[in-house]
């Protein structure tokens, strides 16, 4: 399996800048998809944004212009720059990792943004 652990979550203005990291480890294949999902209070997850071992990435409508997803693999991190952050932006952040053998995510990371 692969473990995750998310860090930078806090609180931040409206308008403010947030940035998260994920570490993995464990059995990492290399060819694999990680990403971040969020989870705001009586909704269900929701994709961000993930992005591929090769480079190709993906952006939730509502965060694309204003967030960006990097990933270091010679470190198996992974990070998502938040910026213009809107309180509609608040929730639990998690970091997923997805290869041909199986999916992990982390315990989650919670960003609450402040108007």
């Known amino acids: 399996q692969v473990q995750l652990v998310e860090s930078g979550g806090g609180l931040v203005q409206a308008g403010g800048p947030l940035r998260l990291s994920c570490a993995a480890s464990g059995r990492i294949s290399s060819i694999n998809v990680m990403g971040w999902y969020r989870q705001a209070p009586g909704k269900q997850r929701e994709l961000v944004a993930t992005m591929s071992s090769g480079g190709k990435i993906n952006y939730a409508d509502s965060v694309n212009g204003r967030f960006a997803i990097s990933r270091d693999n010679a470190k198996n991190m992974q990070y998502l720059q938040m910026n213009s952050l809107k309180p509609e932006d608040t929730g639990v952040y998690y970091c997923?990792?997805?290869?041909?053998?199986?999916?992990?995510w982390g315990q989650g990371t919670q960003v609450t943004v402040s108007s």
């Open positions: 997923h990792y997805s290869d041909y053998r199986f999916t992990s």
